[in-house]
């Protein structure tokens, strides 16, 4: 069975690597996701494992469609009997990039149509549409002539952690967060600092990583429970070996620093959320005079460091160069790993207070670009 998953446009190879690693399978990346071949089980293992991923999607149908008449062309053909039950309600929600005479909602009542007809020709049934609360959704994207259909088995973006239930309101996607620590190279064997923590996000997912905990098994209402392709036992085993293969929180070399004690209760909550209380150093200090509140040196720094005049930054230059610097002093021989909006500036000041800019890559929060800057000592 053909699977693509979804994530952040820019860490595409990121996610490709950690499905790559979970199913031991090749991996092609697109514009904000990629494809590869799985079976149920496999597709499972990602909803509880992968921590780079969004959703997981099975593929029901690809080609090019440069009008509605061919999207419902393609939407029809493959046989959905084996995917829907008979009583099940389905949405669909769609995509559109590119220059068109159409719009996404064209798109998705056509897909919804073509859905609705062969699945009446083949059964005599006519599904019922529930466009709020779906058994079943699908996702249909238009990319240019490139039209893709694929059947969500996530149900809500596995972005939405367990443990978050305090947010920052500069908190960082968990997403990124843990793509950040693979792109940082960070190994739980080495030690972590984020001087900038907030909420915790960086840390927590650092500890998730380390010891091997999966998140999606904490997730509520995998949209796979209810697909009939996923069997209730496969799930049920799956999810107890991977839970035997846990290990037991314990204390860990990751510490995380923020200046703001609500930031830091926050992130408190979501660390004991997370099950992991006591695994992360979390403690009140100053990323402007690190070497006075970190005793020893780190061998990676991995950070959210703040932006814009919103968070209180009005000499952004003036400001990180004193925490670059003081990031050094603290830590020397430490690389560092950061995810900023202005990455002139920030290479700016790095290489003025004597780091070495060795990476950058740009991608989308959405609708905003943020860059992801590397660097060494
Ligand atoms: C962009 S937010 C980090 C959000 C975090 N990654 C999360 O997901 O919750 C930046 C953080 O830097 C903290 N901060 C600002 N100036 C600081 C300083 N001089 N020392 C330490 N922390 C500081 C703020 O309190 C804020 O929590």
């Known amino acids: 069975m053909r699977f693509f998953a979804t994530t952040v446009t820019g860490l595409e190879d990121v996610a490709a690597a950690e499905i790559s690693r979970l199913l031991g399978v090749d991996v092609v990346t697109d514009v904000s996701k990629v494809f590869f071949d799985a079976s149920p089980e496999g597709c499972a293992l990602l909803n509880y494992s992968a921590k780079s991923v969004n959703k997981v999607y099975l593929l029901v149908a690809r080609g090019e469609a440069t009008g509605l008449a061919e999207i419902e062309g393609l939407a029809a053909a493959p046989s959905l009997v084996e995917l829907i039950d008979r009583g099940q309600s389905f949405a669909v929600r769609a995509e559109r990039h590119g220059e068109h005479d159409f719009t996404s909602l064209d798109i998705a009542a056509a897909v919804g149509e073509a ?54 309101r500069a908190g960082l996607s968990p997403t990124v967060a843990y793509s950040m620590l693979m792109i940082a190279g960070w190994q739980p064997s080495e030690s972590l600092l984020d001087p900038f923590c907030g909420s915790g996000t960086i840390p927590i997912e650092a ?65 004991e959320m997370a099950g992991l209380k006591g695994c992360v150093n979390l403690s009140l200090g100053d990323a402007l005079n690190l070497e006075k509140f970190i005793k020893k040196p780190f061998s990676k720094i991995v950070c959210n460091p703040p932006f814009g005049v919103r968070m209180g930054l009005r000499d952004p230059y003036s400001f990180y160069t004193k925490a670059f610097s003081s990031m050094r002093r603290a830590s020397p021989g430490a690389s560092l790993t950061l995810i900023a909006s202005k990455p002139v500036v920030v290479a700016r000041a790095l290489e003025d207070v004597g780091w070495t800019v060795t990476g950058e890559r740009r991608i989308m929060l959405g609708s905003i670009a943020a860059h992801i800057i590397k660097a060494e000592q």
């Open 207 to 271: 500890a998730i990583h380390a010891l091997n905990i999966h998140p999606g098994i904490r997730m509520e209402n995998l949209a796979m429970t209810r697909l009939r392709i996923f069997s209730p036992a496969m799930l049920r085993q799956l999810k107890e070996r991977l839970m035997s293969e846990e290990e037991s929180p314990k204390p860990l070399d990751i510490a995380g620093i923020d200046a703001s004690p609500k930031a830091l209760a926050d992130a408190e909550t979501n660390l």
């Open 115 to 168: 859905i609705i007809e062969s699945y009446k020709s083949a059964t005599g049934v006519r599904l019922r549409v529930d466009l709020n609360d779906p058994d079943v959704e699908f996702l249909a994207i238009l990319r240019d002539s490139d039209f893709i259909l694929g059947l969500n088995t996530t149900g809500l973006s596995l972005h939405h952690r367990y443990y978050r239930v305090r947010h920052h």
